[in-house]
């Protein structure tokens, strides 16, 4: 344990000054933090929407090939 410790003495007139200041930063940050979790759900979403385009694509390729090898020939007689 640190036996040391400091007190710092707030006056009143100081007391007013730090809380406003003390709030602006709070507000920036909650900004920030929003601003950045819209971010990330942005890039999520992007990286959703990339994964079932690619997904569509690739089914519906299996499917062209699928079925364009397996299409019944007509008889030849």
Same mark, same amino acid.
């Given at each position: 344990? +640190?036996? $040391?410790? #400091?007190?710092?003495? !707030? &006056?009143?007139?100081?007391?007013?000054?730090?809380? #406003?200041?003390? +709030?602006?930063? !709070?507000?920036?940050? &909650?900004?920030? #933090?929003?601003?950045?979790?819209?971010?990330?759900?942005?890039?999520? /979403? $992007?990286?959703?929407?990339?994964?079932? %385009?690619?997904?569509?694509?690739? /089914?519906?390729?299996?499917? &062209?090939?699928?079925?364009?090898?397996?299409?019944? %020939?007509?008889?030849?007689?």
């Amino acid at each position: 344990m +640190v036996k $040391n410790k #400091t007190i710092k003495v !707030i &006056k009143r007139s100081e007391r007013g000054a730090q809380e #406003t200041v003390a +709030v602006e930063p !709070i507000v920036d940050e &909650k900004k920030s #933090t929003q601003i950045a979790a819209r971010e990330v759900v942005a890039t999520v /979403t $992007n990286w959703v929407n990339e994964f079932q %385009q690619k997904r569509r694509t690739e /089914t519906a390729q299996a499917f &062209k090939t699928l079925f364009s090898d397996t299409t019944p %020939q007509p008889s030849k007689a």
